[in-house]
């Protein structure tokens, strides 16, 4: 069985805000505390890790993760790959490099951000031990296809990536036509639902649940999601195969 943890589900300033005193960020409800978006799969006691957030050092805490057997990246914004340090605790348990997966571009500017990993002069056990790969199609990693999938972030095209039949649109604000069909009717959809107003580099409330309907996938939910949603009154709104998702929940992926 593979599952997907939602390791954290907030947009880049996090819920709450800091200093932000509104129904949301001031909730006792644990589902409307969001850290900064992360999903990781798992299958047969690997662990693949969607972007290093800024708070992975809590969230493998919270989710008990114990391993990390690669690492895909989405693009290079600050909230998806500020926690690569913490990668280094899981070389020295896995006594092992980790691969780190994504697009060209966005390895390039991950290596020039963070120059002290990536151009060492010697292997030094106080850096994280990593190695990139560049991928433009599907792989194979522990038993699970996964597809790189182009998405509009904005002007520039990042990756969502496929695993079988689920797919993780994080920043999304856009699908270009030739996404489409490899995204039509899966079984599960994650897609960036930042807030109700408009933004120019992600999908709002509305605009998420018209590419769903279009996409129709048999469940979706929205992640990288603002202090706009209090999750306890978002149960009677969503569309019956729309779900708000919360830090830590555990998705069966049926693959
Ligand atoms: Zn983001
Ligand atoms: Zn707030
Ligand atoms: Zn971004």
């Known amino acids: 069985m593979v599952t997907l943890t939602f390791l954290g589900t907030g947009t880049s300033m996090g819920v709450p ?3 932000c005193g509104c129904s949301v960020c001031s909730s006792s409800d644990p589902r409307d505390r969001r850290t900064r978006s992360s999903v990781l799969i798992s299958s047969g006691g690997r662990n693949i890790l969607v972007d290093t957030s800024t708070d992975l050092y809590h969230q493998a805490l919270s989710c008990n993760v114990r391993r990390v057997d690669a690492v895909l990246f989405t693009h290079s914004h600050a ?6 340090d913490e990668l280094r605790r899981f070389n020295h348990i896995q006594r092992e490099e980790i691969t780190c997966y994504g697009k060209a571009e966005t390895l390039g500017a991950i290596k020039n951000i963070f120059k002290y990993i990536f151009f060492q002069d010697v292997k ?3 850096i994280p031990q990593l190695m990139t790969e560049a991928v433009n199609s599907t792989i194979n ?8 999938v182009n998405i509009f972030h904005g002007k520039r095209l990042i990756y969502g990536y496929k695993f079988a039949n689920c797919a993780y649109l994080t920043d999304c604000s856009g699908i270009p036509e030739e996404s489409m069909d490899a995204l039509y009717g899966l079984d599960t959809l994650i897609i960036d639902g930042l807030r109700y107003a408009p933004h120019k580099n992600h999908l709002s409330y509305d605009q998420a649940l018209g590419v769903i309907s279009e996409l129709k996938p048999k469940r979706a939910y929205l992640t990288h999601l603002t202090h706009d949603y209090l999750y306890e009154e978002m149960q009677g709104k969503l569309p019956e195969n729309v779900f708000l998702p919360y830090d830590g929940l555990k998705l069966e992926l049926g693959l």
Request: charged share 15%.
């Open 79 to 84: 909230d998806h790959i500020h926690g690569i």
């Open 141 to 148: 990693l522990f038993g699970i296809d996964i597809t790189p």
């Open 17 to 19: 805000m800091i200093g």
């Open 124 to 126: 030094a056990h106080d």
